[in-house]
């Protein structure tokens, strides 16, 4: 191992690289290549990865959503076509049946489904919004930030059914002036006055929520909009080690059962997963890292394998070289080792180049990528998966570098000098 | 110096065998130069080859300055030549992306010497061979005079007990041939043994002995007077 610290040996690997650049730098291409290529994939997918958990981030993982729509089949007397309106009632039989269910949050909104938006507005301005009616209990599901100073609803809110309102930023900024505190402020919902106690943060990414968005008391909203007890969906989320997919066919089953529903009618309710989702979209980056790992480590193993050919047709090349340094005193110990070592210095100064390459397109692509609506974010490679690259590389190096360097010692030196 | 006795070596060609030296008896003292002649597949490169332990006989003795070769792995051949011999080629076999200095050094580089030394010491190899100037010079901006004279002073550097030319002259024209001739008797005078493969009867004059081989024997073997060489160079 002292050869590696002599200055001399790196000396002579120097002066046998340096002799032949344009052949060097087309045998660095190939490794170059194959390490930018791993570099870049596995950095994408993890820039993917990291903007699919943020985009996630807001959400329970194991959470659904259930909506109740119109019969597909005639039950218990009922005719088919009937729809189905879920009741705040239900709440509670669907706790008390299935014990995985940690929060039920039952929802209504003006502004989808059908329904109008509501009309808000505020000394000459007004404006339609999206108006939700919700419970506390909602943001154990999804996550609201809310600015400081403000609030989202509590359970005082439901109970004494408050007019309160939390306002979405896009809301604030039409409605109020700029250095304005919108807390304690107040603002007309379909010509009822509400005061605004928080502004919440919008998250992109999550479901068809929008950054205008005002949520007020489920209760004060069934008084507002005359609902009784109508829920439009519930959000629901299952505690952690709970299967979301067995608990979404309960739910229903539950609620087929509650509204006189034929056990089998598909239709009657819909719902949709976000664990299964979740999962899917978890698989499929985890599918892309996998993926960029192969084609990387194939790409570098077939720039290594170029090394070696090239290295073996240099050797060919210098057959009489490598005579006359063992008719001086050469091992063939020195000999082995100074082509291995050319194997190796190769192999990682390209890979450097790819790595830096590779880093500076990272960099490029997050820079281009800030501001677009997709979730994508910090597309980075973690530092051990490079340093392992590297070593890989120094030990692929040093194996393919042995064919060319046996070649170069089973050269005679007497038959590497013979005159032509 | 050499004491050789009996020395047999045959090639495989196919099935058939190549007797390439029959039998070669010779002693050469401290301070000779002796030239080898003989006519192309008369065995003189094969026994320079033996002699630089690049090759082994397949039976008989060789001793060099009192050790006697034999059984030499690869290692043990690199080191002995790199202690014992010098080398200098008929086509100079310099290393063509090193400099001449570089060049020099080049063995001494193996004798695991320090680049500031090996350096000095290639110098003033170069300065005696009269090409210090040319030390940064790659071999193929020097003529091929200087290039065997570079390879000389590769050759000398190590100071080997043992100098072995092989057809030293052989790509040079005649006047190149007398500067190369007059520096190798220079360093002979200098009290070196030098061994000259050739096949010119002139420069095989400008030696103190010639060994006549032919077919594998010695035919003749005499001592001759000293042509010198740099009667004949201006």
């Known amino acids: 191992m002292k050869f590696l610290f002599d200055r001399n040996t790196w000396q002579e690997i120097y002066g046998s690289i340096r002799k032949n650049k344009v052949r060097t730098i087309i045998t660095v291409i190939g490794v170059t290549w194959g390490i930018f290529i791993y570099i870049a994939l596995s950095g994408a997918a993890k820039g993917m990865d990291n903007g699919f958990e943020e985009a996630f981030e807001t959400v329970a993982i194991n959470s659904m959503f259930a909506w109740a729509q119109n019969t597909s089949m005639p039950y218990a007397g009922f005719k088919t076509g009937r729809p189905i309106q879920l009741k705040l009632g239900d709440v509670q039989v669907l706790k008390n049946r299935i014990p995985e269910i940690e929060t039920i949050a039952p929802r209504n909104v003006r502004g989808f489904f059908g329904t109008p938006q509501a009309n808000i507005s505020r000394g000459g301005t007004t404006g339609n919004y999206t108006v939700y009616g919700d419970f506390p209990d909602f943001t154990k599901i999804s996550t609201k930030k809310i600015y400081d100073n403000g609030r989202f609803l509590n359970d005082e809110d439901i109970e004494q059914a408050r007019k309160v309102c939390v306002i979405g930023e896009r809301t604030q900024k039409e409605l109020f002036d700029k250095d304005e505190d919108p807390i304690g402020g107040y603002i007309r919902i379909d010509k009822v006055y509400f005061q605004v106690v928080g502004v919440h943060k919008f998250v992109p990414g999550g479901g068809f929520e929008g950054d205008g968005d005002i949520f007020i008391p489920f209760t004060t909203y069934r008084k507002l909009y005359n609902t009784g007890d109508d829920v439009m969906w519930f959000s629901i989320a299952a505690y952690n080690d709970a299967d979301v997919i067995q608990v979404e066919k309960d739910v229903k089953a539950v609620l087929k059962n509650i509204h006189k529903v034929h056990p089998e009618d598909e239709r009657a309710f819909g719902s949709f997963n976000l664990g299964e989702i979740f999962n899917k979209i978890i698989g499929f980056s985890k599918g892309i890292t996998f993926l960029s790992l192969i084609v990387g480590i194939a790409t570098i193993l077939a720039g290594v394998i170029g090394i070696g050919n090239i290295l073996l047709i240099s050797v060919k090349e210098r057959t009489k070289e490598l005579g006359v340094r063992r008719a001086l005193g050469a091992t063939p110990r020195e000999v082995r080792n100074q082509i291995i070592m050319e194997s190796v210095v190769l192999t990682l100064l390209s890979g450097v180049i790819g790595i830096i390459l590779g880093a500076l397109v990272l960099a490029g692509i997050n820079n281009a990528t800030q501001d677009i609506d997709f979730p994508y974010n910090n597309p980075t490679v973690p530092i051990p998966l490079v340093l392992a690259a590297l070593a890989i590389m120094v030990i692929l190096g040093t194996l393919i570098g042995l064919i060319p360097a046996q070649r170069a010692v089973s050269i005679k030196p007497i038959d590497a000098l013979r005159e032509e | ?234």
């Open chain 2, 1 to 234: 110096m050499i004491e050789i006795k009996d020395l047999h070596k045959s090639y495989k060609m196919g099935s058939n065998s190549l007797h390439v030296l029959k039998g070669i008896n010779f002693k050469a003292e401290d301070g000779e130069l002796v030239a080898i002649m003989g006519s192309s597949g008369s065995g003189k490169s094969t026994l320079l080859n033996i002699l630089g332990m690049l090759d082994e006989a397949d039976s008989g003795e060789y001793v060099l300055d009192g050790i006697p070769i034999k059984n030499l792995n690869e290692t043990k051949a690199a080191k002995y030549r790199n202690k014992f011999l010098g080398f200098v080629f008929q086509s100079f076999n310099l290393i063509n992306y090193k400099n001449a200095m570089e060049n020099v050094s080049l063995p001494l580089y193996y004798q695991g010497m320090g680049r500031k030394e090996r350096n000095e010491k290639a110098l003033k190899y170069l300065e005696q061979v009269g090409l210090k100037p040319w030390a940064t010079h790659l071999p193929n901006e020097l003529s091929g005079g200087q290039k065997q004279r570079v390879a000389i002073a590769r050759a000398m550097a190590a100071e080997p007990k043992l100098l072995l030319a092989d057809e030293p002259t052989g790509a040079l024209d005649s006047t190149t041939s007398y500067e190369v001739m007059d520096l190798i008797q220079k360093i002979n005078d200098a009290g070196n043994t030098i061994l000259v493969v050739t096949h010119e009867e002139d420069i095989a004059h400008m030696c103190k002995r010639i060994i006549h081989l032919k077919d594998g024997v010695i035919v003749e073997d005499k001592k001759v007077k000293q042509v010198r060489a740099a009667d004949y160079v201006q």
